[in-house]
């Protein structure tokens, strides 16, 4: 079983480890060298772990009580903004992702007083969110060699 929660300060490198693995496995691969070298250089910023130390840059996780690891994360900068929902491997399809994004929506409506959350869908993702409600607000962009699709969600 797992729980959903915040994440733990030394939690962050572990984190970031997990995110950064399944980014290769499944979405890297279709990134050219210099969508991969911007998403390493996003996800391992000192920049961000030092915000996200002094609480300014969320991170919710997914924990395995039996495996005693972070399976799953997802994270919300610029007020509502989701970055980097990731769930390991081995977890897919267990509504890891969806849980994760239920709490984090769920506290961006009723603590934080926010009417929406958006996403820069990967093309791999892009179908979870409209799933999930989602509706696109752009077409698709590729920024630093980053493919997504600016999408929202009210709350």
Same mark, same amino acid.
């Given at each position: ?28 691969? @279709? !990134? ?10 996003? +996800? ?6 030092? /915000? %996200? ?52 929506? @769920? !506290? ?10 958006? +996403? ?6 892009? /179908? %979870? ?27």
């Amino acid at each position: 079983m797992y729980d959903i929660r915040w994440a733990k300060k030394e939690e962050w490198s572990e984190t970031t480890m997990m995110i950064w693995n399944t980014f290769l496995k499944f979405e890297g691969q @279709t !990134y050219n060298e210099e969508g991969v070298k911007h998403f390493f250089e996003f +996800v391992f910023d000192p920049k961000i772990r030092q /915000a %996200f130390e002094a609480g300014r840059y969320q991170m919710m996780v997914a924990y395995d009580n039996n495996k005693k690891k972070i399976v799953g994360a997802g994270s919300i900068r610029n007020r509502n903004h989701l970055s980097l929902l990731f769930v390991d491997e081995n977890y897919h399809l267990q509504g890891i992702g969806r849980n994760i994004l239920d709490k984090l929506c @769920t !506290y961006l409506k009723n603590e934080e007083g926010e009417a929406s959350i958006t +996403v820069n869908a990967a093309p791999y993702a892009h /179908a %979870f969110y409209k799933i999930y409600g989602f509706e696109e607000t752009g077409s698709e962009e590729i920024v630093g060699g980053i493919e997504y699709i600016p999408m929202e969600k009210k709350l």
